[in-house]
């Protein structure tokens, strides 16, 4: 279970996590497209060091020292993007919880993270922000008076802030609702994107909605835009679920119990057919038919029996064997 994901969080029936991304640039470096000299690259990162490490709950990992399967689990772990698990000069600083982190030389030369369990953006703005603090009390960052903090890509200048929500939406998924879920949000600034980010399928109708807009715009703003559209969405997911369990009655709740029994009896799973299964068991918690179980339990499950993570764990193993190995994690989670 990942550390920073806690029992009874704020609206879990609906919500996984609450995210918030700054990206930030030095004044005096060029940005990681255009760095050529490694004493400037070597600049980025001690930057870093000096101001973060100070704290002795941080960490810090050169990615070049990394291996695929370390590189693969962190992604799926939501802690890097496949972006820097790609680049050599790549770098990562984190917290022992991994609730809190910063990305070094990806597309700016930081993206710093706060990762919290629930509905919680003002939770994960004031961690991120605290670590923002740390860093800008060593460094200069590239600001402009009119512009905010200059970013690679002209999307993310401003307040170079990304809020994101991770939701369970299967209601809105089975209704063929998330397209109109997603003309209604872009209309404010806000866009879907599945659950790695943006270029991401969505995967057992779980969605990430964030902000698209960062220049000017405030902070606070971009949380409260953040704040009311995911619980219009949260809203009409809940309203949906009910609707859904009202007209097809038993029927769902039949889907519902064979997906715990596949859970409870399969010897061999691979990732998608377990995480739908969960996701079907975790609309059925939501709505009071599932006892003994909660929403937390099986995000954390879904979250721990991913390929990269059970490798990491388990050391290296073909799929076939993987896929036994997560049959038996989830069977004593349904069967305890």
């Known amino acids: 279970m990942p550390k920073w994901l806690t029992k009874d969080a704020p609206e879990n029936d609906v919500i996984v996590s609450s995210r918030m991304r700054l990206a930030r640039n030095l004044s005096d470096v060029p940005f990681p497209t255009k760095i050529k000299k490694p004493e400037d690259i070597e600049k980025v990162h001690d930057c870093a060091k000096q101001s973060i490490l100070k704290s002795p709950e941080f960490t810090y990992s050169r990615l070049s020292d990394m291996d695929a399967l370390g590189k693969r689990a962190l992604i799926e772990r939501h802690i890097i993007s496949s972006e820097l698990s790609r680049k050599q000069d790549s770098g990562l600083i984190k917290s022992s919880d991994e609730s809190i982190s910063v990305m070094i030389m990806e597309e700016d030369h930081y993206r710093l993270q706060s990762l919290v369990a629930g509905f919680s953006p003002n939770k994960a703005y004031?961690?991120?922000?605290?670590?923002?603090?740390?860093?800008?009390?060593?460094?200069?960052?590239?600001?402009?008076?009119?512009?905010?903090?200059?970013?690679?890509?002209?999307?993310?200048?401003?307040?170079?802030?990304?809020?994101?929500?991770?939701?369970?939406?299967?209601?809105?998924?089975?209704?063929?609702?998330?397209?109109?879920?997603?003309?209604?949000?872009?209309?404010?600034?806000?866009?879907?994107?599945?659950?790695?980010?943006?270029?991401?399928?969505?995967?057992?109708?779980?969605?990430?909605?964030?902000?698209?807009?960062?220049?000017?715009?405030?902070?606070?703003?971009?949380?409260?835009?953040?704040?009311?559209?995911?619980?219009?969405?949260?809203?009409?997911?809940?309203?949906?679920?009910?609707?859904?369990?009202?007209?097809?009655?038993?029927?769902?709740?039949?889907?519902?119990?064979?997906?715990?029994?596949?859970l409870k009896n399969a010897r061999r799973m691979g990732y998608n057919e377990a995480q739908k299964l969960i996701s079907d068991v975790a609309l059925g918690v939501a709505l009071g038919i599932v006892p003994k179980i909660t929403s937390s339990e099986l995000y954390s499950v879904m979250m721990d029996s991913r390929p990269a993570i059970i490798a990491e764990q388990k050391g290296k193993m073909t799929p076939q064997q993987r896929d036994i190995i997560r049959a038996n994690m989830i069977r004593k989670v349904f069967n305890n």
């Open 126 to 262: 004031s961690d991120v922000d605290l670590l923002d603090k740390m860093l800008s009390d060593g460094v200069s960052y590239a600001y402009d008076e009119r512009l905010g903090f200059l970013t690679s890509c002209p999307t993310n200048a401003g307040t170079g802030l990304r809020a994101s929500v991770m939701m369970h939406l299967p209601a809105l998924t089975a209704s063929r609702g998330i397209e109109r879920i997603s003309s209604m949000i872009s209309k404010v600034g806000m866009t879907v994107r599945g659950a790695y980010g943006e270029g991401s399928a969505a995967s057992g109708s779980f969605y990430q909605i964030s902000n698209q807009v960062t220049l000017g715009v405030t902070e606070q703003e971009i949380i409260k835009r953040l704040t009311t559209t995911v619980k219009t969405v949260m809203d009409y997911e809940r309203n949906t679920r009910k609707q859904m369990h009202k007209n097809l009655g038993i029927v769902l709740e039949d889907k519902i119990w064979r997906a715990i029994g596949v």
